[in-house]
């Protein structure tokens, strides 16, 4: 049996006394109950843009990552592209409505927030989780009063039916979704026509073209984490929701008080690697926005989930390390990617004495997502 609350334990930020009570019996029950065997690591994310830029977020992917384009789902109120690095890497599922005009729960979340309503279809969804016995799993979720959305709802959903998947989450706005599959086998979602949509393979081979022409292929790695950003208020229950659907351990929490504000990490309890099942951070501010006019400090974290509402704000690609020609592998990355015309937000930080160096691309343009690299 995995024993989750014997997983070392890092970081500086202090949690209630409800959290670290709540955290080591929830962990407890979800190994004693099997759950942390039952569940695996992360099978696929799902992404939302609007009609229309799925192919350009596909090019834009395909330069900027390891991901290439496999197929195409068509569905009645969707086409859903897969993107695969290989099996030991999760999948992208990109999904593009047909219509400007569909209509469902993930685009009325978008509609609550000023900048989220003003790309109503672009949000980052959730995950898929690989299990064992799906409908044992989801069932022994709903005992513990997670709710589901039913076969039907799924269908009116337009998702893949042999995924079950969650209600979005109160705290994150994200879904998890749980696909049962043997582990030798290929990742398949029963989901519409497989085709190969011609502008969708020419946009990977244009991003790919480049991507070796200006000669970053070899740097780029699988997906270190992804990270979302939450009220300050929903922290804490947002990593515990996070824990009791997933097989992931706390890993630990670090406060950053430059930006007034926490990183807290959830990694796999089955000591799978971040490019197999990246880690799942959460960040949140320190305190709540309606005392920022009291004590005047930063807020970007609580300032972006007002505007754009709780979600995933970034995902971290790794780049591999190395220096060529006396410079960090990151920075020629970095150097390449701005002189095709995309943005960055600030200068790389970090060095090679501390360990660690990493930038954040400007959000796209096509799924509002950032991308981080990071090169360790």
């Not at 859903?80 to 469902?104: A, C, F, G, N």
């Not at 749980?178 to 011609?198: A, F, K, T, W």
């Not at 007034?260 to 959460?282: G, I, M, R």
Request: aromatic share 10%; net charge negative; charged share 25%.
């Amino acid at each position: 049996m995995t024993y989750s609350t014997r997983l070392p334990r890092y970081g500086d930020k202090q949690n209630s006394v409800f959290y670290e009570d709540y955290l080591q019996k929830l962990l407890e029950e979800r190994d004693s109950s099997g759950l942390t065997e039952m569940i695996g690591g992360i099978e696929a994310m799902l992404i939302s843009v609007e009609p229309g830029n799925s192919v350009e977020y596909i090019a834009e992917l395909a330069l900027m990552s390891p991901y290439e384009y496999l197929v195409t789902l068509d569905s009645e109120k969707h086409l859903t592209h897969v993107l695969r690095i290989d099996m030991q890497s999760p999948d992208i599922l990109l999904r593009e409505p047909k219509e400007m005009s569909y209509s469902d729960i993930f685009r009325s979340l978008n509609d609550l927030y000023p900048v989220g309503a003003r790309r109503p279809h672009s949000r980052y969804l959730g995950e898929i989780l690989h299990c064992q016995d799906r409908h044992q799993v989801v069932a022994m979720q709903q005992q513990r009063e997670f709710r589901f959305f039913q076969v039907g709802q799924l269908a009116d959903l337009d998702f893949p039916l042999n995924v079950s998947i969650s209600k979005p989450s109160p705290y994150t706005q994200n879904v998890i979704g749980y696909m049962e599959r043997p582990l030798d086998s290929i990742r398949v979602y029963q989901h519409g026509n497989c085709i190969i949509l011609p502008q969708a393979q020419a946009a990977n081979d244009r991003g790919k073209e480049m991507q070796e022409r200006i000669g970053i292929k070899d740097f780029l790695c699988p997906v270190d984490h992804l990270a979302t950003r939450v009220y300050s208020q929903n922290r804490e229950v947002a990593i515990l929701e996070y824990l009791a659907l997933s097989s992931y351990y706390y890993w630990g929490s670090y406060d950053i008080k430059d930006q007034n504000s926490s990183t807290n990490v959830t990694k796999s309890a089955h000591d799978l690697a971040e490019s197999q099942s990246p880690a799942k951070v959460f960040t949140a501010s320190n305190h709540p926005y309606c005392v920022n006019h009291l004590d005047r400090l930063p807020s970007p974290t609580e300032t972006f989930v007002r505007n754009y509402g709780p979600r995933l704000h970034h995902i971290a690609v790794e780049v591999k390390d190395g220096q060529l020609d006396g410079r960090e592998y990151i920075d020629v990355v970095v150097d390449a990617i701005a002189g095709q015309g995309k943005g960055f937000l600030l200068e790389t930080i970090g060095s090679r004495s501390e360990g660690l160096k990493q930038i954040f691309s400007s959000a796209s343009d096509f799924s509002s997502l950032i991308i981080e690299y990071v090169q360790r």
